[in-house]
């Protein structure tokens, strides 16, 4: 187990975004959380991150060290490519810096500035950045929030591509259950506020297998959606409920 959140409670003023909360997160998986809009997520990752204290509760950190993938890519902008990924890790060679830049498809373009990349590459090479932090937990909060539905596809390819490579422990925030479903050992649902877990699925399909079409992935799309639900038939996250049932029939296999 490389972290531990035990019952841990947090407060904003008189708003109470977790209370009770617990979860662990185990070597070489990677856990993916779903749950409405201001329930907390992002709250919890920075917990975890150390950027915010809870009031109660404790979490157990074995990670030597936290990187973190936001949903802007945050390079540096008088940096290239190159110096973005290198800059987190200044013992990493030239080599694992190139073999990094190969994973998430830039190559070739290692000499470029972000401000000559498009939002696609400049979050690839942010999340190849992370890679090369030497943390043995990566959080990611909707990393993907910007792009267009075949984009996230394609960079939930380059990521498993950089996951096989290193199996870095990965906490990923997702609002897309398509996402979840392609990346997660395991996938949370959080309630609305205060959030809890509602629901965890276990995914046992290797990842570098899965399609959408699965029968199991389509069965725990339709639970998340049905757990999503408000009581008006509404999706938690504002999305037409027919769009996503639609996605059932794509076979989209990676
Ligand atoms: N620094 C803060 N100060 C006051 N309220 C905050 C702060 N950060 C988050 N909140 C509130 O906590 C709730 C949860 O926020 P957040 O964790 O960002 O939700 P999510 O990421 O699930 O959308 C929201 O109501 C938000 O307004
Ligand atoms: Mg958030």
Known sequence: MILKIDRIKK??????????????????????????????????LNIIS??????????????????????????????NVYENIKIVNKKCSMEKCLDLIRKVGLEGFEGYYPSELSGGMRQRCSIARAFNYDAGLLLMDEPFKS???NLRLDMIRYLLELWESTKKSIVFVTHEIDEALLLGDRILILSGRPARVIKEFDIKILKAKRSLAAPQLVKVRNEIIYLLQ?????????????????????????
Do not use: A, H
Request: aromatic letters at 6%.
């Open 230 to 254: 408000d009581k008006e038939g509404r999706t938690r996250d504002n999305r037409p409920r027919g769009l996503i049932s639609n996605l059932n029939t794509l076979n989209l296999s990676l």
């Open 147 to 149: 792009l267009d539905y």
């Open 50 to 79: 150390g950027l915010l204290v809870p009031s109660e509760g404790e979490i157990i950190n074995n990670s030597p060290d936290i990187s973190y993938v936001f949903q802007e890519d945050r390079l540096l902008p008088w940096k």
């Open 11 to 44: 407060s904003f003023d008189t708003v109470c975004v977790l209370n009770d909360f617990s979860m662990k997160i185990n070597e070489e998986e990677i856990v993916c959380i779903i749950g409405p809009s201001g329930c907390g997520k992002s709250t919890l």
